[in-house]
């Protein structure tokens, strides 16, 4: 009778602690930052055919925000012409919407890639035939940011 008390002693003891040690966990994981989702879109993404060498490096930031530098060429023969885009855009749904004037730049992050759809291209300042448009894909998940955006060699 008495090892059988010990034992169902020990038993509760043993209960009471993985509760607890339950509840201590579920805890810490509801506090960690709600608000900031897991970063799956920074880096490095490139869009490359036939003679267009594109360029897209995307930051995370704090608040929603996301930081971008856009490269786009375009080489015919021994021409190369460029459209640059640098922004800081709000992330809603794992879209950006770049608007200047009538351009305008959207971007959807896919799981390893972005899809960049443009409206009025011809209103963007990039040389002629250049173009932003289409689905870059995630070369590293770290962004290279410098002063001037990064130069491709085509």
């Known amino acids: 009778m008495f090892l059988s008390n010990r034992l169902w002693r020990n038993s509760l003891i043993v209960s009471l602690v993985?509760?607890?040690?339950n509840q201590m966990a579920i805890k810490t994981l509801s506090e960690s930052k709600p608000n900031q989702p897991r970063d799956m879109i920074s880096g490095r993404y490139t869009l490359k055919y036939q003679n267009v060498h594109n360029e897209l490096n995307v930051l995370l930031l704090p608040n929603q925000q996301v930081k971008i530098d856009l490269l786009a060429l375009l080489k015919t023969g021994s021409d190369l012409r460029n459209g640059v885009v640098q922004a800081q855009l709000p992330l809603k749904k794992n879209s950006l919407l770049y608007q200047e004037g009538a351009c305008k730049l959207a971007f959807k992050f896919t799981n390893k890639a972005v899809v960049v759809t443009e409206t009025n291209v011809e209103e963007c300042g990039f040389g002629a035939f250049v173009t932003?448009?289409?689905?870059?894909?995630?070369?590293?998940?770290?962004?290279?940011?410098a002063e001037e955006p990064a130069r491709i060699k085509p």
């Open 18 to 21: 993985l509760l607890v040690s």
């Open 132 to 145: 932003a448009q289409g689905t870059y894909v995630k070369r590293s998940n770290i962004p290279k940011f």
